[in-house]
């Protein structure tokens, strides 16, 4: 079998999934106040966060940033077509592409488009110099469709 083998599903209740529902809101919110909202008790939340860790359900703490305090006006997913003489490094290629400090995300898709990629910038010219520098400019790219994302609701 290819790629990472699907391990065997870690069996989770109800209340294991508030809490991950929870979680995915917030990652900050108090013990205390979790186990308020899924209700059980601050000691049994605790345990079962600390579970769903180690059996790696939670996989980490994420910040939300506001990008737009940053400067960052465009938001772009960039749709690549991989040429066929590159197939063989199609994840080398996405794996390169999430080291720039512009792209945010990057799917491998199984069908066409080869990946998506999410990218933030500036300004459009800078969205334009990204997609010619590191898309455009390489051979392993056979192609490009760039779409503006006007809102991202979570």
């Known amino acids: ?3 990472d083998a699907v391990p065997n599903p870690v069996r989770v209740d109800a209340t294991d ?3 991950l ?3 995915s809101k917030d990652a900050r919110i108090p013990n205390n106040l979790l186990a ?3 209700g059980i008790a601050p000691s049994t939340c605790l345990g079962r966060v600390k579970a769903l860790s180690n059996a790696g359900i939670i996989t980490g703490y994420h910040a939300a940033i506001n990008e737009k305090l940053l400067g960052v006006t465009v938001n772009a997913m960039i749709s690549v ?3 066929p003489s590159a197939r063989d490094r199609l994840l080398s290629s996405a794996k390169s592409l999430q080291q ?3 792209v945010k995300e990057v799917f491998v898709l199984g069908g066409s488009p080869d ?3 999410r990218v933030a910038t500036r300004s459009i010219d800078d969205l334009r110099t990204f997609v010619a520098a590191h898309l455009g400019s390489n051979r392993a790219f056979s192609s490009t469709q760039t779409v503006i994302i006007f809102e991202h609701l979570r």
């Open 21 to 23: 529902s929870e979680l």
């Open 115 to 117: 990946l998506l990629v």
């Open 17 to 19: 999934l508030a809490i």
């Open 1 to 3: 079998m290819q790629g």
């Open 36 to 38: 308020a909202t899924v």
């Open 81 to 83: 077509l991989v040429s």
């Open 100 to 102: 720039l400090p512009e």
